[in-house]
């Protein structure tokens, strides 16, 4: 039996469905090895070529069934109701332009959502003040990109402003190094790009932290939050535009 992951990014077991941008097949054949079936992003051309296979700039899960899809994707929301979810179309398209593909690039932790909140999509900030969201504005376009979420309170980041944001609003940081994860067409990428939660105590590395430098500062800090690191590839960390959970098992599974 499966359920819905009600708190964007913190499923409590065993993470059953992903989105994951199709580009992506290597993590994909690695992940159905795991027991976890992924849900395709298609590529979204509206965006610079090298980020349009990257899931968290065409979809944003909300919670439970709720998901908002860039209207850039629109035919993968008719996809996502027929497997069961409620989806959204976006309050615009997306354009190649920074800050035109972050739209939907934002992190939502418990009840904050961290997003360039003047470049946030409307639909988006309309949902935030449904839902009585704290919004947690910060100067990094790319903020879902930029944040690793490693349970409720604890998060991993690269950016000043997110690390500084974030520290402000009771959620603790650990701030590394910026670069050593590896995005194609660009001189990095991000680390929220590079991993996702696959259960409550799971953490997915795109690849190993071998040749980061602040490796063993990373590990200590996942040791403290009890998560265990699962790498996916031999590799050095790469940017795929996030590991998405959406689906977990039921606790009585």
Known sequence: MTKWVERPNLPLFK????LLGKKYSLLSNILSNLGINIIHVPD????????AGHADLSALHLGGRRILVSRSIGHFASELNVLGFEAELSG????AAYPGDVGLNACLIKNKLFCAAKYADEKLLVFAEEKGLEIISVKQGYAKCSICVVDESHIITEDKSVHKAAEACGVESLLISPGHVAL??????????????????????????????????????????????????????????????????????
């Open 15 to 18: 993470v059953r469905y992903v």
């Open 184 to 253: 194609e067409g660009f001189g990095y990428g991000f680390i929220g790009g590079a991993t996702g939660k696959l259960g409550k105590s799971a953490l997915a590395f795109t690849g190993t932290l071998k040749r980061h430098p602040d490796e063993d500062k990373i590990l200590r800090f996942l040791e403290a939050c009890a998560v265990e690191p699962v790498y996916l590839t031999d590799r050095p960390c790469f940017d795929v535009g996030s590991i998405l959970p959406v689906i977990e098992e039921d606790s009585g599974s």
């Open 92 to 95: 615009r398209p997306c354009s």
């Open 44 to 51: 979204n051309y509206d965006v610079n070529p090298a980020l």
